[in-house]
């Protein structure tokens, strides 16, 4: 009977498009409020309003990188629906505030980092859904599909702010996301099989399970894990100031028009749809899964690099295209670590990696508004400055820099084993209680054999 209560929920069997379609309307949402939150941003905070977005992104970054695992870990346990809903509510619950409270607005972007690890989930339930063989082409197109949904919607955005207002932007991106939250509750079907999940939400949860630093003590008991680790965070951490400084970068230095930042977003998001899913695909069939992380990052160097050094408008479309290969990294990176963990650890493992990148929101921005003020250079105008400063003052400084930093998460990641077919090594028999067969739990019990066991298991078993 519970197996029958379980298929009716939602509509069809669990798929990788519901996880899509999850994702696309609450990146589309967001997208939308590209040119309004500039506006927003610099109307509330007149004075430093670049290390102002960067104080706000660290605390929403720092909670998030504290509940990831911990989320991930619970929907392991209670399955993968309940907590979609509860993280796509919370990332989309500051939109209609924007308008309405931008202080209240902004405290609850930093207050929502704690819920905001929608993407966590997302890749447990696309784990749970597909084959080891097919897992890294359905992680391109979950990451394509965020590319996708910010193809057109800054345009949009940027349109119906000039015709109509910032208010009529709030309010469409707000519908989208109550369309998602509907989405979830109507259409979506929990993903994790029944005898994986608890039958309760009564049973106790011990401070073991619930300390968000549990998993990352147990990175160090495993090469492989660890090495993908260092290599997100030093990877993603210049990616995640680039995202908040770009825009303004290419509107005050290289003079970008709102309409042409559209542009620019919306070809970079097409490119980006082409490498996650045609090119990904090729190349995790010809040259494997460690290969295409290794190209992924030459690819995100070589644009970072051009953007730190560029200064005309066509070094920066160039970029913007060697950016969308970059992009290929952590859907491999996601494929990569998935294959490693057990079928039972999929919400934790990819928890622990989109904590990292919830770290890496919070650090990135800091550290690049940190290098800006360093050079003098203060993003908090909305008009373009003086060609002349601009020629002698570049703010390119963060960008080498981040390119720096992925150097190093290049050679860290040439020493990740590759992962071999090898005949399986004898281990000794599990215990009952801790079997996948168990209704009650799928996590190993405090002093059993497993506990001391890393979190993913070695490559040649």
Same mark, same amino acid.
């Given at each position: ?72 870990? +619970? *929907?392991?346990?209670? &399955?993968?629906?309940?907590?979609? @809903? $509860? ?5 989309? %619950?500051? /939109? ?63 349109? +119906? *702010?000039?015709?109509? &207002?910032?208010?009529?932007?709030? @309010? $469409? ?5 109550? %369309?998602? /939250? ?280």
């Amino acid at each position: 009977m519970r197996d029958a209560s379980a298929a009716q929920e939602g509509i069809g069997k669990a798929s990788v498009y519901h996880a899509v379609v999850i994702i696309f309307l609450e990146f589309f949402a967001w997208g939308l409020l590209t040119t309004p939150m500039l506006t927003v941003l610099h109307e509330t905070f007149p004075q430093h309003t670049f290390l102002m977005n960067g104080l706000i992104q660290g605390v929403k970054g720092l909670l998030s990188f504290l509940s990831a695992p911990l989320i991930g870990a +619970l *929907s392991d346990v209670w &399955g993968r629906r309940s907590f979609l @809903l $509860v993280t796509v509510f919370f990332t989309c %619950a500051p /939109i209609p505030l924007m308008r309405l409270s931008p202080w209240w607005y902004f405290a609850m972007i930093s207050v929502s980092g704690a819920f905001s690890v929608t993407f966590s989930v997302i890749f447990a339930y696309v784990a749970d859904v597909t084959e080891e063989r097919d897992r890294s082409t359905a992680y391109g197109l979950v990451s394509a599909t965020f590319a996708a949904s910010l193809v057109t919607s800054p345009a949009i955005g940027a349109y +119906l *702010s000039a015709c109509y &207002g910032d208010n009529l932007v709030v @309010l $469409v991106a707000t519908l989208i996301a109550l %369309a998602d /939250i509907c989405f979830i509750l109507l259409a979506v079907p929990e993903s994790l099989p029944m005898k994986m999940r608890l039958n309760t939400w009564g049973v106790p949860i011990s401070w073991e399970q619930a300390d968000p630093f549990a998993s990352f003590r147990k990175v160090g008991k495993d090469t492989t894990v660890l090495l993908i680790c260092i290599t997100v965070f030093l990877s993603y951490l210049p990616e995640a100031g680039q995202y908040s400084s770009f825009f303004l970068y290419l509107r005050q230095v290289i003079n970008f028009t709102p309409t042409t930042i559209a542009v620019f977003i919306g070809v970079v998001g097409v490119l980006s749809i082409v490498a996650q899913t045609l090119f990904l695909t090729l190349l995790m069939k010809t040259i494997g899964n460690k290969n295409t992380v290794l190209l992924g990052l030459g690819f995100q160097i070589l644009q970072l690099t051009w953007y730190g050094l560029g200064s005309e408008p066509w070094m920066m479309w160039a970029a913007g295209a060697v950016a969308a290969m970059s992009s290929i990294t952590f859907p491999a990176v996601s494929a990569l670590v998935s294959r490693s963990a057990d079928a039972d650890k999929q919400g934790l493992v990819q928890g622990m990696i989109t904590g990292i990148r919830g770290l890496c929101n919070g650090l990135g921005p800091a550290l690049y508004g940190f290098v800006f003020f360093l050079f003098n250079v203060e993003l908090n105008e909305l008009t373009p400055i003086d060609t002349a400063v601009s020629r002698t003052v570049i703010p390119g400084p963060p960008f080498l820099l981040g390119a720096c930093t992925v150097v190093v998460a290049f050679v860290v990641a040439l020493f990740i084993p590759e992962r071999s077919a090898q005949p399986e090594k004898p281990c000794p028999a599990r215990k009952p209680s801790v079997s996948l067969a168990s209704p009650n739990t799928n996590t190993p019990l405090p002093g059993s054999d497993e506990d001391s066991e890393p979190l993913l298991q070695d490559s040649t078993v």
